[in-house]
T-cell receptor, first 112, second 116 residues
């Protein structure tokens, strides 16, 4: 059972454009929603995270939008740059041991 | 900047052989995680330690996988015998102050396992 569904699987954006990645979750007990960025051959690195009592969080060019009633959250990358080309994973935390459940990832390519 | 260390970075083995991966978490991090990441998928938790104790190994194939964190610091993940389907990236992560609080997980670079 996939508890966090991520889309699209891949995304191609022109430099300067907006990249949008969406995630949906099922478990209402999730209490923390991070986004990770992963470059080839590297481990995932935390990019930005949000808690469900906030509808939006912005850090530089990266913004998380959170819709608790729809059980959806999304990552927006403004002014996308070729250096943003990576795989992005959404995740959700819940359970007695604060376990992270990851989406399947989105491969972002930003063309120069 | 403190980092999670993993070794080896790459491992090629034949099926039925034993393999072992090592992880050294960020100093002071009480919680350590082992994940498996199949190509094109997100990481899936195999085992979670709080200090030296296992707190979640529900997704660990215990017939062939084992993990230990004897002194509550570094950890070893073993597969014996390895199977073709075990080919994946094995990621270690750590967090502080434990399973509560912010719980940001810091990942190591991973060990890429190929089973032939």
């Amino acid at each position: 059972q996939q508890q966090v569904k991520q889309s699209p699987q891949s995304l191609i954006v022109q430099k300067g454009g907006i990249s949008i990645i969406n995630c949906a979750y099922e478990n209402t007990a999730f209490d923390y929603f991070p986004w990770y960025q992963q470059f080839p051959g590297k481990g995932p690195a935390l990019l930005i995270a949000i808690r469900p009592d906030v509808s939006e969080k912005k850090e530089g060019r990266f913004t998380i939008s959170f819709n608790k009633s729809a059980k959806q959250f999304s990552l927006h990358i403004m002014d996308s740059q070729p250096g943003d080309s990576a795989t992005y994973f959404c995740a959700a935390r819940g359970g007695s041991n604060y376990k992270l459940t990851f989406g399947k990832g989105t491969l972002l390519t930003v063309n120069p | 900047e403190a980092e999670v260390a993993q070794s080896p970075r790459y491992k090629i083995t034949e099926k039925s052989q034993a393999v072992a991966f090592w992880c050294d978490p960020i100093s002071g991090h009480a919680t350590l995680y082992w994940y498996r990441q199949i190509l094109g998928q997100g990481p899936e938790l195999l085992v979670q330690f709080q200090d030296e104790s296992v707190v979640d190994d529900s997704q660990l194939p215990k017939d062939r996988f084992s993990a230990e964190r004897l002194k509550g610091v570094d950890s070893t993940l073993k597969i014996q015998p390895a199977e073709l389907g075990d080919s994946a990236m094995y990621l270690c992560a750590s967090s502080w102050p434990g399973t509560s609080g912010g719980n940001e997980q810091f990942f190591g670079p991973g060990t890429r396992l190929t089973v032939l």
